[in-house]
């Protein structure tokens, strides 16, 4: 009977929401063209303070969602599911990145979502709802608290000393085809942790990707799809590993209060100041790049990036995750190359348009090169060293 109701508790959420346009708020931008192009001249300290244009700084600040996203938060909060629904869809967001994740014998029909059965549910929902909302502001020290709300549950469940020091060393692996140019499989094992994306296929890869997984970063669309199988089965690398996952559309807190019931491992949210302070990196590097390449101003990055819909990629905010918890960060599998496919794993062609890659590679360079220069951290926090595996 259970099963029963969530199964058509969720063949509504997706059945309402496959009908309507965009995901995971979607960036139209044109093709990833070559790596490490960002200007490379070295500076030192008070100069680099200096490099980071005030203008830029100022428009990277507005978020341009905010209206339309305090407007759905309310919405849900009022207990108004339906306009929240029909307003988005994860279709487009599904195709491009998960052709093989079809949704599978969907319910279509309506469902007494008001009725007594789902009450814990949407209490639930919209208690956690309401205090990832109510936190969500411009907090540059969020990156000081990662050890404690991110590494701190982690070392609990793996029955670790919970200390406040960071890991020794993390792979964050990306998903690109260029993973398969090399043999990096053991080098990214022997990592003490590795992060791996939105449930990438490791499985016959291994050589190229390697086989160890102790974080699961993900997009909440993935939980979104994988809650409606039983047992809301989301852990390709055994369910033993934590999620840790952002929230693209307040509406996923269900997925979230249904699932971290069951869960056997922690199911954790980014922290919605995290959020934030990733958001206005990836812009500020996305204006730089826009007004030196089209000599436009920053005013019309906006619709040129159709501005409301902007986010940084997962792979973005998992590299600013290891930042937090690591001592020294590789990245595999970040960016592009004629020759390889855009993923490893899929046969997807085309690139995708949802976020703008070129402006977080050139983020990813800076820390590597020249970290004094990364815009919205706090200067407190100390930028691990990182490599970048190409
Ligand atoms: C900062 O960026 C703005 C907008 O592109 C530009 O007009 C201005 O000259 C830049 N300022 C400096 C100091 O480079
Ligand atoms: C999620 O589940 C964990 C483990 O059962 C629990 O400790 C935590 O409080 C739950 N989170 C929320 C927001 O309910």
Request: hydrophobic share 35%; aromatic share 10%; with cysteine.
């Amino acid at each position: 009977m259970m099963k029963k109701s969530l199964r058509l508790l969720f063949g509504l959420l997706i059945a309402v929401a496959t009908v309507t346009t965009l995901s995971c708020r979607v960036a139209v931008r044109r093709g990833f063209v070559s790596v490490g192009s960002a200007d490379n001249e070295l500076l030192s300290g008070s100069a680099a303070t200096a490099a980071l244009n005030s203008t830029l700084l100022t428009f990277a600040e507005v978020d341009i969602g905010e209206a339309k996203e305090r407007k759905e938060v309310e919405q849900l909060l009022e207990g108004n599911y339906g306009n929240q629904l029909r307003s988005r869809s994860i279709s487009s967001w599904r195709r491009e990145n998960h052709p093989e994740a079809r949704p599978r014998g969907s319910v279509i029909g309506s469902i007494p979502i008001r009725t007594p059965k789902y009450f814990w549910n949407w209490h639930e929902f919209r208690r956690v709802l309401r205090d990832w909302y109510r936190r969500k502001r411009f907090e540059p020290e969020i990156m000081n608290e990662l050890v404690g709300l991110v590494k701190g549950p982690m070392d609990r469940h793996y029955g670790f000393l919970n200390s406040d020091s960071r890991y020794g060393s993390c792979a964050v692996v990306g998903n690109s085809g260029i993973l398969l140019q090399s043999e990096y499989g053991k080098l990214i094992d022997s990592h003490e942790v590795v992060i791996r994306l939105n449930n990438a296929r490791i499985k016959g890869f291994e050589r190229s990707v390697g086989s160890k997984t102790s974080i699961s970063f993900v997009n909440s669309n993935i939980l979104h799809l994988c809650a409606r199988r039983e047992g809301c089965f989301c852990h390709p690398y055994g369910d033993n590993v934590p999620l840790v996952m952002y929230i693209c559309q307040p509406v996923h807190f269900m997925d979230y209060t249904i699932c971290n019931s069951t869960h056997k491992s922690p199911l954790l949210i980014t922290d919605s100041r995290f959020d934030l302070l990733c958001a206005r990196i990836v812009k500020y590097y996305s204006l730089k790049q826009f007004v030196e390449k089209s000599g436009k101003s920053p005013i019309e990055w906006a619709p040129a990036h159709d501005g409301s819909m902007f986010h940084y990629s997962s792979g973005m905010q998992a590299v600013m995750l290891a930042l937090g918890i690591c001592d020294k960060v590789s990245i595999f599998g970040f960016g592009k190359s004629v020759t390889a496919k855009h993923h490893y794993h899929t046969n997807q062609k085309a690139e995708l348009h949802l976020h703008d890659y070129e402006a977080e590679y050139a983020f990813y360079q800076n820390l590597v090169e020249r970290s004094q220069v990364i815009p919205f951290l706090d200067d407190k926090f100390k930028i691990p060293q990182v490599i970048i595996y190409h």
